[in-house]
């Protein structure tokens, strides 16, 4: 049982690159999102999904796509890196009556 | 949507004095309030968590009171150690609708040994 997996672990993209920062769970969690921290502040969402075939926009979901084709997988998609998505990207995932785990982060840096 | 306000954003106790930290919601249909330790480098690790329909929960050390007629909640942490020391987070989410977590923008413990 790995819990929430997310790859990479550090990226480093050019402004206008587009990439995907992947995000499994093996708990059969219905609920999952995805966070962002910049340095020193709290965690904001950027999408999240109650189910497969269903998701929404959080507090800042501009320049980011998600999709979720099944339970397990919840990648979120930069379409064209911006120096402003530099941060560490949070996966999470939950199912009702228990608590979100947190997976170990995605450092991106957009030069 | 829902707005969770956190204080204080930092703060600094010496070792084996109480340290607590408040936040106060938004929504009344948030339900579910959760508090993570996160250490510098680390995820967010859930600590405690209480739900709407009890007023007050106790894990050794830790424990988190829920007031929903003034919308806040507190976490307290007695006899604190030098090992507490780090970032903590209060959230809220509610069981339908939006079912992720608002997050409070962290308060900064600092235990002095």
């Known amino acids: 049982n790995a819990g929430v997996t997310q790859t990479p672990k550090f990226q480093v993209l050019k402004t206008g690159q587009s990439m995907t920062l992947q995000c499994a769970q093996d708990?059969?969690?219905?609920?999952m999102s995805w966070y962002r921290q910049d340095p020193g502040m709290g965690l904001r969402l950027i999408h999240y999904?109650?189910?497969?075939?269903?998701?929404d926009q959080g507090e800042v979901p501009n320049g980011y796509n998600v999709s979720r084709s099944t339970t397990e997988d919840f990648p979120l998609r930069l379409l064209s890196a911006a120096p402003s998505q530099t941060s560490v990207y949070f996966c999470?995932?939950?199912?009702?009556?228990?608590?979100?785990?947190f997976g170990s982060g995605t450092r991106l840096t957009v030069v | 949507g829902e707005n969770v306000e956190q204080h204080p954003s930092t703060l600094s106790v010496q070792e084996g004095d109480s340290a607590v930290i408040k936040c106060t919601y938004s929504d009344s249909a948030s339900n579910y309030f959760p508090w993570y330790k996160q250490e510098l480098g680390k995820r967010p690790q859930l600590i405690i968590d209480?739900?709407?329909?009890?007023g007050e929960k106790k894990d050794q050390r830790i424990a988190v009171t829920l007031n929903k007629t003034a919308k806040h909640f507190s976490l307290h942490i007695t006899e604190t150690q030098p090992e507490d020391s780090a970032v903590y987070f209060c959230?809220?989410?509610?069981?339908?609708?939006?079912?992720?977590?608002?997050f409070g923008s962290g308060t900064r413990l600092q235990v002095q040994p």
């Open positions: 708990m059969n969690h219905e609920y």
């Open positions: 999470a995932s939950s199912s009702p009556g228990k608590g979100y785990t």
């Open positions: 999904s109650v189910g497969a075939g269903i998701t």
């Open positions: 209480i739900r709407s329909n009890v």
């Open positions: 959230a809220a989410s509610m069981d339908t609708g939006r079912r992720a977590l608002t």
